[in-house]
């Protein structure tokens, strides 16, 4: 599986991928095969699993519990270092470029190396910018970091563009899980018409319409976790 190649052939061809974002500490493991069912119905492309945290460490359970019966690539979405799990296809090596915050710049990535460097995970290095969605959340709590305000759009591009200069693969605007409002379409346009990688958008998003304004506005991934969580019907509406 050559999960980055796959995202940049999408991107190529102008066809948009869905992520679903499955929290380890919130996903119902007895449901799973049904919840799958409806994944497998639906548009969505990739799986991302994590959250801000796992104390309960289920996360290599739930992956290996998914991998059993899904073959859509599951990509790690750690928030820490403990998240790391070798079931799983890929992970996002996030550097988390809107905090000031050096653990999540540098230091978990520093301590993840000797799990990673065996473990056969496809790395896909990210430029993790978070964004507010006017409430506080996980993100910002766990990371001790604030959020760039929306209205700072010159701070947003110029840190989604220092992520590219620095080798970043992938861009990820997130106004955080649960977030009150998304990232705005003017933001992901100005982003998406400076950079060259693809563009990840989440945190927020809860409609098919909202989808598809935020893809037109150029996101090339777009990540829906809670409107699942809240209700997996939601799989109806976004139906191949
Ligand atoms: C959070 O971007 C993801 O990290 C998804 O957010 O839970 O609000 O969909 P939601």
């Known amino acids: 599986m050559n999960i980055y190649n ?6 190529k061809a102008g066809n948009k991928l869905l992520a679903v974002l499955i929290d380890p500490e919130k996903f ?4 799973s095969a049904l919840f799958f069912e409806k994944v ?7 799986i991302f699993v994590g959250g801000s945290t796992d104390a ?19 990509i790690l979405f750690p928030g820490d270092v403990s998240q790391i799990t070798n079931g799983a296809d890929g992970i996002l090596f996030l550097s988390l470029l809107s905090g000031k915050n050096p653990e999540y710049l540098i230091n978990q990535q520093i301590k993840s190396v000797p799990l990673l460097k065996n473990s056969g995970l496809e790395i896909l290095p990210t430029g993790y910018i978070l964004v507010d969605g006017q409430k506080e959340t996980a993100t910002q709590k766990v990371s001790n970091t604030k959020p760039i305000p929306q209205e700072n759009t010159n701070l947003i591009l110029d840190t ?5 200069f620095l080798g970043k693969k992938l861009i990820y605007l997130e106004a955080g899980s649960g977030a009150k409002i998304p990232v705005s379409t003017k933001i992901i346009n100005l982003i998406k018409s ?17 989808i598809e304004k ?4 150029g996101a090339d991934i777009v990540v829906i976790g809670t409107a699942f969580e809240k209700n997996d019907d939601f799989f109806n509406d976004l139906k191949k």
Not at 56 to 71: D, F, G, Q
Not at 194 to 210: A, C, D, E, F, Y
């Open 56 to 74: 309960n460490n289920l996360t290599e359970s739930v992956v290996n519990a998914i991998k059993r019966v899904t073959k859509l690539p599951i």
């Open 194 to 210: 400076n950079i060259s990688v693809p563009l990840i958008v989440g945190g927020g998003i809860r409609s098919k319409k909202t």
């Open 6 to 11: 796959n995202i940049l052939t999408a991107k």
């Open 160 to 164: 989604a563009l220092a992520g590219e």
């Open 40 to 46: 497998h119905l639906s548009i969505a492309t990739h």
């Open 214 to 217: 935020v893809f037109n506005a």
């Open 28 to 31: 119902d493991l007895k449901n």
